[in-house]
């Protein structure tokens, strides 16, 4: 069945690092692909999608690119801050929202 | 716009007691998702509803847990003769148009279960 795959966490950063959390999946079709991102206390808030092979995501200087060939979805950020500090979520929704377990980041300044 | 609306965003229950969570989605919205995450766990797909059907409940517990969305009012996830097991934070999602269409879900705060 259709699954999601992402990096273990927790990873710890210092402010102004640079941020990779992986994300692989498996699909029968051809799914939109999302992060979600979600603060200490909270829900779920959207952080940037791609519907289609090539798509790029970008927000809030997060990029995501969508990668067809390696079934890839990987979250880049060139400099994170201390407000960045949640769990992330890469997310594939096709007939229904499948999540990948979350990886937790800590920005420590 | 008001987002999608959880309430209690806390409920506290003794085991064998009955849990109701609200979920009121986006205005416009008439598609609703249930989703759970237990502790250091990612979330799970519960069940997909449209006003007063139930579409895919393929992610519920067989026994115990039921959910519904009536033609007024909230969507409702009941879960009968709680366990201790079913502590978890429940969160709520709807969209404007099915999933197949590959909306985006809009997501609520959650309500947050414990069962002592």
């Known amino acids: 069945g259709d699954s999601v795959t992402q990096m273990e966490g927790p990873v710890t950063l210092s402010e102004e690092a640079f941020l990779t959390i992986n994300c692989t999946y498996t699909a029968t079709g051809y799914p939109s692909l999302f992060w979600y991102v979600q603060y200490p206390g909270e829900g779920l808030q959207l952080l940037l999608k791609?519907?289609?092979?090539?798509d790029k995501g970008s927000n809030k200087g997060f990029e995501a690119t969508y990668r067809k060939e390696t079934t890839s979805f990987h979250l880049e950020k060139g400099s994170v801050q201390v407000s960045d500090s949640a769990v992330y979520f890469c997310?594939?929704?096709?007939?229904?929202?499948?999540f990948g377990p979350g990886t937790s980041l800590s920005v420590i300044p | 716009n008001a987002g999608v609306m959880q309430n209690p965003r806390h409920l506290v229950r003794r085991r064998g007691q009955e849990a109701r969570l609200r979920c009121s989605p986006m205005k416009g919205h008439s598609h609703v998702y249930w989703y759970r995450q237990l502790p250091e766990e990612g979330l799970k797909f519960m069940v997909y509803?449209?006003?007063?059907?139930?579409?895919?409940e393929s992610g519920m517990p067989k026994e115990r847990f039921s959910a519904e969305f009536p033609k007024e009012g909230p969507s409702i996830l009941r879960i009968q003769q709680v366990v201790r097991g079913d502590s978890a934070a429940y969160f709520c999602a709807s969209s404007p148009r099915a999933s197949q269409f590959r909306n985006e879900q809009f997501f609520g705060p959650g309500t947050r279960l414990t069962v002592l």
């Open positions: 997310a594939l929704i096709y007939d229904k929202v499948i």
């Open positions: 509803l449209q006003k007063e059907n139930i579409i895919d």
């Open positions: 791609a519907t289609k092979a090539d």
